[in-house]
DNA sequence: CTGAAAGCGCTTACAG
DNA sequence: CTGAAAGCGCTTACAG
């Protein structure tokens, strides 16, 4: 597989030892920044390394040290935006302390193609692991190897490892409780895929958020992720006059929901009211702009990268270790009080 | 910087051949999956490694061999669509093959910020490296190592390295096309950020196929790459009743533009027509629907895989080696015949 | 088809 | 503060 890279021989050790005239080991020192080395040896020793633009070379450093500089990244679908955005505070995080990320993408974790997957990585390549996503991959398909740090955002490993993620919980509460605080005698829900941790522990706070007001949650509409989910959904909840608020699963949903409504000649806010969750971009340009609940991806990558050297310095490694990162409700324009059906 | 992974020791080639009752170096060819092995030793060899555990150490075999099996990927912010859908591709076909991915993302990837990330890269730790975006990076900011194999998809790189992108010209033609088949007299054209060498394609694409029609390009409107972008550009284009069409340079400025409208009480598609660039999914469920180009970023990310791969295997390292990808023209709800104006 | 020897470029104790 | 020696776990020629 490949034949590597022709050209220029990369300068070693050897030979900027040999320039600045000192030994292998001082230039290892200099080089790893640490130690003591007098300040004329390490000048002498930084001219060398830059005259032959040395560069240590990484494998021989893992090889010898055990340890790579690399946290690997497990995630389903890097083009969902949830997970960019979450990798992409990894990725910022990471290369802040001096790390390298290797990236993974499984699109089906059932069982097998994870495993694998987490196999190859975790083959002495990578000094931490996070989960952004695991899918339908519980716990145990996972088969991490013992003492391999990791951290997860995914909704389904929390309590099994060290976690960062959103207050789903309290932003779903908050979603619920501005519609309520709307006037709306109810607010129906169009849920995320049955399959998803996450989606089931938002239904779950929805129902209960309306219960503790004394209201019987409406059956829940199936949903998924997509704009295209929550655009079948609202084609049958804009056939229910009675229907005047709706939280949905994530803001596509929420989207799509809005155009079935408009469609519908069911005007949004004006007959209903609509909330989404995730707080993406391009929602606060939608018509109208759309009320949600915003969560901080990059904020729960970062959050992770520190639970990873946490470990690496001996820290806590179970999944009682846990960073919750509020959310934020936005209130926007598809949001309005309670008004009579027409 | 970390103590490296506690836990059990993981089990060397030479555990293998020991309990295989061979010797190492068979071992390695059974591990390589290559060369002629005999099928009862293979299966003799195999037994043991599962026994084992075992899995090869990355960091020996590419110091040995010279070469890592990864590939580095550059981006400037995976958080965008096309970034993230182009890193998918490239995660995908690398893996297939057997490679790992590197991800680096620079947000202002000028000059001495790329230069780093590119040289930490490529220090012997990255077979080939893929440009999904260098920001206002050129290729003599990047200086890359000579002999390095090199594939980008940004156009500013195009010509230098061997490049795999959407064919943008053919895609604008197609949208500018299209909008003056349904009779409109002129289309208004909003532009992406003005550093973005993609933004420029797309700008004078737009306005010679005006005037290959005999028409002169009204005054771009200034935009950039995100929803508010266009919808300042929309407020400002919405005053001018003599605006029937409107030409963005991507779907989040459509989408913006497209509110702007609205809310001056402008509507799409029936006094305004917009076309957007990308294809985003939830462009399709905007309201209206919207027409735009597509294109397949996944499909590029994927491509330049191949394209590292061919130039480990001897093939051509400059920019004359060129995959370009067709865009295709999907038309919705945004766009309807010109009509006088009100 | 299989094996014994050398060495990839570093870092880790161990001296001084 | 600096250096000589050993070895991390593989793969690469070279034999047989």
Redesign the pocket.
């Known amino acids: 597989m490949g034949s590597g890279r022709t050209g220029r021989?990369?300068p070693?050790?050897?030979d900027v030892a040999r320039l600045a005239g000192?030994?292998?080991?001082?230039v290892?020192?200099v080089?790893?920044g640490s130690?003591?080395?007098?300040p004329?040896?390490?000048d002498q020793v930084l001219r060398a390394m830059k005259q032959l633009g040395?560069a240590?070379?990484r494998a021989?450093?893992a090889?010898?040290?055990g340890s790579f500089n690399v946290i690997g990244v497990l995630t389903q679908t890097i083009q969902r935006t949830g997970e960019s955005h979450t990798a992409s505070g990894v990725l910022d995080a990471a290369s802040r302390l001096g790390y390298s990320v290797t990236l993974v993408q499984v699109a089906h974790p059932e069982t097998d193609a994870v495993h694998e997957a987490v196999h190859q990585l975790s083959n002495q390549a990578i000094d931490g692991l996070i989960i952004v996503q695991s899918g339908r991959a519980t716990h145990t398909h996972l088969g991490l190897p013992a003492g391999l740090p990791v951290a997860s955002s995914d909704s389904a490993l929390v309590g099994y490892y060290p976690s960062a993620s959103a207050d789903q919980i309290q932003g779903v509460r908050d979603a619920v409780g501005h519609l309520l605080a709307l006037g709306h005698r109810t607010v129906h829900h169009v849920t995320g895929p049955h399959d998803s941790q996450s989606a089931m522990v938002r239904m779950a706070a929805w129902s209960r958020r309306l219960e503790e007001e004394g209201i019987a949650a409406p059956p829940p509409v199936s949903g998924g992720w997509e704009a295209g989910d929550g655009y079948r959904a609202g084609l049958e909840l804009a056939r229910d006059p009675e229907v005047s608020a709706v939280f949905c699963a994530n803001d596509e949903v929420a989207l799509g929901l809005i155009r079935a409504m408009h469609e519908s000649g069911r005007r949004v806010p004006q007959d209903v009211s609509v909330v989404g969750f995730d707080g993406l971009p391009l929602a606060e340009y939608a018509f109208p702009p759309l009320t949600t609940v915003r969560q901080d991806f990059h904020r729960a990558g970062s959050a992770m990268v520190d639970l990873i050297v946490e470990q690496l310095e001996g820290g806590p490694r179970d999944g009682s270790r846990r960073i919750v990162i509020p959310t934020e409700l936005v209130e926007r324009g598809s949001t309005a009080p309670y008004a009579l059906p027409r």
């Open positions: 021989e990369a070693s050790i050897a000192v030994s292998e080991q001082t290892s020192r080089s790893r130690d003591k080395v007098r004329a040896t390490r040395y240590p070379n021989a450093r090889l010898r040290s």
